[in-house]
């Protein structure tokens, strides 16, 4: 792949409003991930269902908040029916300690449901109530990971802006990388970001991600300053191999952890958990 599929994109406006959205920083004791993307379907939902239960494994406290509010798929993934979401708890009709529910990886979610669209674009009450509840539970937990809708909306920016790290996954795709490196640019911008880590799923060969990087990294440099002036820096996570057992386990609505342990992207999660928690560590 040439640097050809990634042009520097300079119809992208970084100039989007984002209100009070820079600053949405909750002081914390957990280590808050958003899990995001340029496109949408590439797996972020996979990748953050799997990665909390790989981390519950090494004894953290973890808990996924479902962010995608329009588009909300954790509870699919997780097979779970909630009677409580986060709409309620934005309502008033529900407490956000009923709305805290177990996943069968161990860790705790708190789903959207459907029903969100009106969320699409976010009022400033529902911007406090949403950092509202990410303040109350980052106490409680070592690691919240927010997984966000795809693309640079007002909701994916405001709930990325939450979080104190940023994981964008894509794959090897031409199209998914392009729209990653938007996301990064405006991000960038925006957030005030120096650094931001970096995840390649459905990798195909080996050595795929870290070719990826270097080629986002090399654009970057050139078009992606950050306020301090140094270009924004990408860390590559890991890779996650393109395998058949991830279909499968989303069709049973099971986690891949649980379902197939041993298969080819449940190692990559799993060490990806473990890069994670060295993370938190250091
Ligand atoms: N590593 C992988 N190998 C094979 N298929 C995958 C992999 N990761 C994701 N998928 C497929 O992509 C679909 C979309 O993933 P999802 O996590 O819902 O994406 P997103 O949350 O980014 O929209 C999954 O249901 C699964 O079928
Ligand atoms: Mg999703």
């Known amino acids: ?121 976010l009022t400033p009450e529902v911007r406090s109530k949403f950092l509202e509840v990410v303040e109350t539970m980052a106490p409680r937990f070592d690691v919240v990971l927010l997984d966000t809708g795809a693309g640079i909306s ?29 996301a990064i640019k405006v991000l960038t911008t925006q957030q005030k970001r120096q650094h931001m880590r970096l995840v390649i799923n459905q990798a195909v060969r080996p050595g795929d991600g870290r070719a990826i990087t270097g080629q986002l990294q090399q654009v970057l440099n050139r078009f992606v300053t950050t306020e301090s002036g140094q270009p924004m820096r990408l860390i590559h996570m890991g890779d996650i191999p393109a395998d058949p057992a991830v279909r499968e386990s989303v069709m049973r609505r099971q986690l891949l952890l649980q379902s197939t342990p041993g298969c080819a992207a449940a190692l990559a999660v799993a060490q990806l958990a473990n890069k994670i928690k060295a993370m938190l560590v250091a």
């Not at 909701?155 to 938007?182: G, K, Q, R």
């Open 154 to 182: 007002d909701v994916v920016l405001f709930s990325v802006s939450m979080a104190n790290e940023v994981m964008i996954v894509a794959t090897p795709e031409p199209t998914s990388l392009t729209d990653a490196y938007a």
């Open 1 to 121: 792949m040439s640097n050809a599929v990634l042009p520097p994109h300079p119809s992208i406006s970084t100039h989007i409003p984002l209100g009070d959205a820079v600053r949405a920083r909750p002081q914390h004791r957990a280590q808050i991930i958003a899990v995001t993307s340029g496109k949408g379907g590439v797996g972020k939902t996979f990748v953050s269902a799997n990665l909390a239960a790989a981390l519950t494994r090494h004894g953290l406290k973890v808990l996924v908040l479902d962010a995608d509010l329009g588009l909300a798929n954790l509870d699919v993934v997780l097979n779970l029916f909630p009677k409580i979401t986060l709409h309620d708890v934005f309502t008033g009709k529900a407490s956000l300690e009923d709305a805290v529910l177990p996943a069968p990886g161990g860790f705790s979610v708190i789903l959207a449901g459907s029903g969100m669209i009106e969320y699409s674009h």
